[in-house]
Nanobody
Framework: QVQLIESGGGLVQAGASLRLSCAAS????????MGWFRQAPGKEREFVAG????????YYADSVKGRFTISRDNAKNTVYLQMTSLKPEDAAVYYC????????????????WGQGTQVTVSS
């Protein structure tokens, strides 16, 4: 059974940094791409960042490009999202997900999801 467990969320002030982690189990981690998505209240879930199986390629939503960095450690079965210069509009529940497809920016391509971790940014 595939499990994805996010951690690292919290309440921070605007301009601060947070690092989210997502620990995976139940499948060969290095065989699957990983992504981070977020959903704010009243809004649809949106793509934040994705990383290929090897970690060699990364993709970002325009809204986070230059501020967020996705990375993975295949030895630890963990994917990270380093978030810097946080803004109030970054506040959301952040989810990690795994996919065997190449369409990293599309949530429909992901087959397993974590339970989410809340990020709150005060202005």
């Amino acid at each position: 059974q595939v499990q994805l467990i996010e951690s690292g969320g919290g309440l921070v002030q605007a301009g601060a940094s947070l690092r989210l982690s997502c620990a995976a189990s139940g499948r060969t981690f290095s065989s699957y791409a990983m992504g981070w998505f977020r959903q704010a209240p009243g809004k649809e879930r949106e793509f934040v960042a994705g990383v290929t199986r090897s970690g060699g390629s990364t993709y970002y939503a325009d809204s986070v490009k230059g501020r967020f960095t996705i990375s993975r450690d295949n030895a630890k079965n963990t994917v990270y999202l380093q978030m810097t210069s946080l803004k109030p509009e970054d506040a959301a529940v952040y989810y990690c997900a795994t996919t065997g497809q190449n369409r990293l920016g599309t949530d429909a391509a992901y087959d397993y999801w974590g339970q989410g971790t809340q990020v709150t940014v005060s202005s």
